[in-house]
Nanobody
Framework: HVQLVESGGGSVEAGGSLTLSCVMI????????MAWFRQIPGKERDWIAG????????YYAQSVKGRFTISRDAAKRTMSLQMNNFKPEDTGVYYC???????????????WGQGTQVTVS
């Protein structure tokens, strides 16, 4: 059984920074490809960043490239999303997800965190 638990959301001013963390409970961590999705009110849940090969390679959506960075901490079984230079359009619910292979398509993912709200003012 795999469980993802997120933390770190909150309110932040435009231009500010915030870090989200996602801890994986279960045996899957080393082999998993993990990703972050964002859902803006009234819109679909969109992929914004993800890794492959147990964290060896990272990929980003154009909307966050250069501002957001993902990283892994194997000892803590976590994946973090460091977010810098916030824009108002970054407001939304952020979800981490895990899969057996790299994908940018939400329907491919089986394991999801509960979501954490980020509000940019």
């Amino acid at each position: 059984h795999v469980q993802l638990v997120e933390s770190g959301g909150g309110s932040v001013e435009a231009g500010g920074s915030l870090t989200l963390s996602c801890v994986m409970i279960g045996y899957f961590y080393t082999a998993a490809c993990m990703a972050w999705f964002r859902q803006i009110p009234g819109k679909e849940r969109d992929w914004i960043a993800g890794d492959a090969g147990g964290g060896r390679n990272a990929y980003y959506a154009q909307s966050v490239k250069g501002r957001f960075t993902i990283s892994r901490d194997a000892a803590k079984r976590t994946m973090s999303l460091q977010m810098n230079n916030f824009k108002p359009e970054d407001t939304g619910v952020y979800y981490c997800a895990a899969h057996t292979r790299y994908s940018e398509w939400r329907d491919d993912y089986i394991y999801w965190g509960q979501g954490t709200q980020v509000t940019v003012s």
